[in-house]
């Protein structure tokens, strides 16, 4: 493969790097406590924790975020048998609760919210995360260039679901005093970029297609004419380009015959790359051009999805069918919801999803994070000391690994003991009740007592791998001379980046001018195609957690100026921060009728997995199957009435 030097990159320029200087403090702290009493170092342990320092602030780290090294190494242990060996003997916290929440992500913040307001006042909680943050996957990325506050979301979108919000995600919404429908009409600005002429552009790579080539203005619904005239210009053979024309705009049914729910159920038992290449005839090469289309809402290749699913999608290819509409029963969760309902509202705050579990922080923790609505929270600082305070009814301990959670008593549960490990420490803590707010995959380790069946269905919640990559820009300008906004790329490292979108919401203001600095947000699926859906997200898993920062770096500066590097980008010059959020148990898996087929509904390992166990509860959006956020506030309200009844 041919490319830049690193220096011409700017792999040598520095980045600042304040994960590394937060981590040192962790670690360090970690060595001491290993040699102090038991007593000591359990106070050490809790008065020195990293969170309770001064400028500690995790949205500001660049480098890895999401599963970022320190959050996974103690389950990973675990997992594989040795972390007890090496453990030392458990030191009793000294701490009762009335709940222990597991996981401090949308579900879990959700269960300390719902259960406070079901039981009596001054019921206490504790929330304990693996992770150096709150919120889990709705992570914030927080940069400050030209002297201004950006941000970006390192995981959870926005407020968007294929069906509407059930009144237990809907209250919840309420009474933080989110409205989608009236934010969105007043902060949402999407003619900004539109009245700077745009558009969206396809990246061609010269390892896959022979030759880089930016087509600016494909990937826009256009007359057959006008993509024709388009592809042209890409390093496509004809039989392809005549191919991408029709499946893009014609009109064939290759089911003739068939009736519409005939025609579903067939679209239901292929793949979308069986439908392309073995019922419209598709040219081989068309699998290059369209392979990452499914990457945003499947994390998997178009050989790994349904049919049915891509037609859900609005994937191209199916306007011949002529289905009728509505879903059927052998469809994912995702599309049946949206040709059902038209889905929910939708609202995306600049730093995605995070303003919402900031918003249940502060619910929670009002010392924590000043403000009063759900305009200023998005500028807000929070005060990570203020968290975990001792006396406080709710309090969130960080960098807290969950290594064992099990009910006291042999038949009828008496409340539960946790046990997590802090720095080289392990503690314990007591509560009435705990709900299971973490990866379903990681449950049966942590709980080794629960039945084999339940443990066997939650080890099938197999999550989706993803990356999203934050950028900080110079500026855009080069954006605007290539009149480019968005840049699907099926061959590079990342299968697509865009401008951040414009969002302009309390004192936050998005830039106007491509001479101002700005975001840019990357992702990437590492997918391996020719396997099932889940085979290709173990392989991405693996892949993920033994890629470096160094590695992602060089390709997302190779990426970026092999793209933009006609309208006067240089990687060197203009790139001022990067974080890559990278999450090897990503997203909550659906049920894929690839790999499902006739399962039963109440046979779903959801189900199974979810079960109750004494009084310890599971919530999260894998007991949901579905990766929305609604999914994992109902999740959590339905746990938390399992346990009070």
């Given amino acids: 493969m041919v490319r830049s030097s690193d220096a011409a990159l700017g792999l040598g320029r520095p980045i600042e790097r304040r994960d590394f200087l937060q981590g040192m403090l962790i670690g360090t702290g970690g060595a001491l406590m290993g040699e102090l009493s038991p007593v000591l170092a359990r106070a050490a342990a809790l008065e020195a924790a990293a969170q309770d320092q001064p400028g500690y602030y995790p949205p500001e780290r660049l480098g890895l975020r999401g599963s970022h090294p320190g959050a996974f190494e103690v389950a990973h242990a675990l997992r594989d048998g040795s972390f007890w060996d090496h453990a030392g003997a458990i030191a009793d916290a000294g701490e009762t609760y009335d709940l222990i929440v597991v996981g401090g992500g949308i579900s879990g913040l959700s269960a300390a919210h719902f259960f406070r307001a079901a039981v009596p006042k001054g019921a206490t909680v504790l929330i304990l995360d693996n992770h150096d ?27 968007q679901s294929p069906t509407p919000y059930r009144p237990p995600a809907a209250g919840l919404l309420a009474s933080l005093g989110i409205n989608p429908v009236a934010l969105s009409k007043t902060c949402d600005h999407p003619s900004v970029y539109r009245g700077l002429g745009l558009k969206p552009a396809v990246f061609f790579d010269r390892e896959t297609f022979g030759v880089d080539k930016l087509v600016v203005g494909l990937g826009r619904a256009t007359t057959p004419r006008h993509l024709k005239k388009l592809l042209t210009q890409a390093p496509l053979s004809d039989a392809v380009r005549k191919d991408i024309v029709r499946i ?3 009109a064939e049914d290759p089911m003739r015959g068939l009736s519409s729910a005939e025609k579903k159920d067939r679209l239901s038992r292929i793949s979308h790359a069986d439908y392309l290449l073995h019922w419209l005839k598709a040219d081989p090469g068309v699998v290059a051009y369209y392979g990452h289309k499914t990457d945003a809402l499947w994390g998997c290749g178009i050989d790994a999805v349904s049919a049915i699913d891509a037609w859900g999608a609005g994937l191209a290819g199916y306007q011949g069918l002529k289905l009728s509409p509505g879903s059927t029963v052998r469809m994912g969760y995702t599309q049946a919801g949206f040709v059902s309902t038209g889905g929910s509202p939708v609202f995306h705050y600049p730093d995605g999803n995070a303003s919402i579990a900031r918003l249940l922080v502060r619910d929670l923790i009002p010392g924590a994070i000043p403000g009063n609505d759900a305009k200023d929270i998005v500028t807000a600082r929070a005060d990570y000391s203020q968290l975990d305070r001792p006396g406080a009814p709710v309090r969130i301990r960080l960098n807290s690994t969950v290594v064992r959670a099990r009910n006291i008593g042999d038949t009828t ?39 084999q069946a339940q443990k066997d269905a939650l080890h099938l919640l197999i999550k989706t791998p993803r990356v999203y990559t934050s950028v900080a820009l110079r500026n855009w300008t080069a954006f605007k001379r290539l009149g480019i906004e968005r840049v699907y790329a099926p061959g590079s490292y990342h299968s697509s980046f865009e401008l951040n979108p414009t969002v302009d919401i ?19 699926t590492p997918a391996l195609p020719g396997l099932n859906e889940r085979e290709q997200h173990q392989a991405g898993r693996a892949e993920l957690l033994t890629t470096s920062f160094e590695t992602f770096e060089r390709n997302i500066r190779d990426q970026l100026g092999r793209t933009l590097g006609a309208g006067g980008f240089d990687p060197a010059r203009d790139i001022e921060a990067i974080i890559v959020n990278r999450w090897p148990h990503g997203c909550a898996p659906e049920y894929n009728a690839l790999i499902d087929g006739d399962t039963p509904p109440d046979r779903m390992p959801n189900l199974i997995g979810r079960a109750r166990f004494g009084r310890i509860a599971i919530a999260n959006s894998d007991s949901g199957m579905a990766p929305y956020t609604d999914v994992a506030i109902n999740q959590a309200h339905r746990a938390v009435h399992e346990l009070i009844g």
């Fill in 248 to 250: 893009e705009t014609g």
């Fill in 413 to 451: 549960s008496r409340g539960v003991e946790i046990a997590y490990a802090r720095g080289d420490n392990v503690y314990s803590v007591r509560g009435k009740y705990c709900v299971l707010a973490c990866w379903n995959m990681m449950i049966p380790y942590l709980c080794p007592e629960l039945p």
């Fill in 506 to 524: 309390g004192g936050y203001v998005s830039p106007r001018s491509p001479e101002q600095p700005t975001l840019i947000s990357m992702e990437r």
């Fill in 133 to 159: 943050d709150f919120g889990g996957h709705a992570k914030r990325n927080e940069f400050h260039v030209g002297g201004r506050m950006q941000l970006l979301n390192g995981g959870t979108w926005g407020i």
